[in-house]
């Protein structure tokens, strides 16, 4: 009985050792995924802005010369 109690003790110990170190590499993944999306999402964002603006002026200068409207 003893000797079951130790094995199942040992293959527990094994099994956290081995778990341990592939759930901090999963938590640093997810982490770096999290940063890199809100780094790009927030970039994106004012760039969007930004190709707005133009098209918002490529218009008025069509309208303004009199070119074909939209």
Do not use: C
């Not at 640093?28 to 603006?53: C, E």
Request: proline share 3%; no cysteine.
């Amino acid at each position: 009985m003893a000797l079951y109690l130790q094995n199942k003790e040992q293959d527990r110990t094994l099994f956290f050792h081995l778990k341990k170190p592939a759930m901090l590499y999963l938590i640093a993944v997810i982490l770096l995924i999290g940063w890199a999306l809100g780094f790009f999402v927030f970039s994106v964002g004012g760039l969007i802005h930004i190709l707005l603006v133009i098209a918002i002026i490529a218009i008025l200068l069509r309208l303004i010369r009199g070119g074909n409207p939209i």
